[in-house]
């Protein structure tokens, strides 16, 4: 278990609040947004993934729905992108319970599930693609409005606060979940559903809400993005590049802990940074990610979090 | 206390449990016992709510099971332990035993009170922040135990908790099981160590081939023709019978 030391928790939460003023190159402000909304959409592979044991390949679905949900309201219907973020969130949800009834009832399990929901995300964009309401290939562009009552700021910090917030929130489920009935019940489904349900455990039910409480981060992220690059499109929105990086920053940060999508996002990001910076061939990070996947996997299948873990003393841990 | 009445189940062509009736009475430790491939497992699999019978009724206190999911019947006061020892093996032994235990509180500390008082009433002397993973045949099996256990079960359905144990292991769990009956709890057993079945019920069904075949008290099930036959073959009782001197 992670994250047992509130006080390091919320130093950390301290320094990232206090990051933009120490820090006042632009680049880095933006890369800590990266950084920090990558993480966010990690913690929300993370909770389904990591501490329920239902491995999704297609959690992009709740963060194009809460892309999408945001920026119809807003340019069609001329919502307010906050009440749209909270209608994403919602519709992230109500994604989350569909696909979720839908396999759970029938208890879809380990690579079923994964492709089950990576099937979901394909059908979305898919239709995403054809229909008039999404603006189909075309996209949708958010017009410049540049206002906090708006959901776009004039510089980077705006952003950057808001989506700390959104990661801090994650973070916080995160840990609630290391802490309370609900989560322990959750990690026994994933050890092994059947015991957890002869113990009382209502397994259905409790898969039902971890589905849901991703799909709501993963909207918020969604919703983010939009009103960060102005621009959304169905292979933005429903694209197996972001469902796999979703997994990869948990995986590689480690799963079923708290600082994992963080760490993981953190590493990504900073290869990917520096392999953008001196390598010029296209496509060369993806290579990277699958190199440091499978050493991760290989070596680490704690992931990098693992390093920091006390090793349990071999010869004295028996009486 | 639990009433099963003309239950059976077939998968595909073949019947696993035809027509079977039993009972277990308050307060009581009842066993079932039967060679392999009785359908012991089956029968035990469809009481806590993880098979649904072909037909059949099944009642715990008045109320009948059948369709009930297996947290459902947990819930009414009864659960199972398994064959194959099933632990969180990834979680700590106390995260193991807390998530019998968060059945009656929600308060982290509670279960985690209640889950070291649990671990001391089945003997396990280890530190429990140990994984699971670490355990023993033994202590796996004693886990099971205790996680049901911290449902606070009402009637408890333990599946061969003595199978892979070793005499002086056997003893151990057989004292364990009957303190757990003299606090109270009705427990309904199968088991494959006849000793253990000898010493342990007050009440005994046989099953062979899907059906019962012999009920009573231990003594008077262990020497049934019928019984003996199913487990050591046809005839045997006959041979027996035959090399004992006449009197």
New interface residues.
Partial sequence: MTAHHPRLLLAGVLILVLLPWVVGSEFLISFAIIVLYSATLGQSWNILGGYAGQFSFGSVLFFGTGAYTSSILHVTYGINPWIGLVAGILMGMLVGAFVGFLSFRFGLRGSYFALITLAFAEAFRIISNSVEFTQAGMGIYIPLDQHPLNFQFEGRTGFYYVILVFFVISVAIALRLE???FG??L??VR??E???????????GHKMKAIMISGGIGAAGGTFYAQYYLYIDPYIAYGVDKSVEMLLVSIIGGMGTVLGPFIGSLVLHTINEISRHYIDTPGLSLIVYGVILVLIIGFLPDGLIGLFKRK?KGDD?Q? | MLKVEQVSKSFGGLKAVSDVSLEVPEGKIVSLIGPNGAGKTTLFAMVAGFLKPNSGKILLQGESLVGLKPHKICELGMVRTFQITQPFAKLSIRENIMVGAYHHTDNPQKASEHAEAIAQRVGMRMSLDAPADDLTVAGRKRLELARALATQPKLLLLDEVMAGLNPSEVEEILTTIRSIRDAGVTIFLIEHVMQAVMSLSDYTYVLNNGELIAAGVPREVASNPHVVEAYLGHGAAERLNAREPHA
């Fill in positions: 802490r309370t009935r322990s019940r990690m026994a050890e092994n059947d015991a957890a349900e002869a113990l009382g455990v209502d397994t259905f349990p841990a009486g």
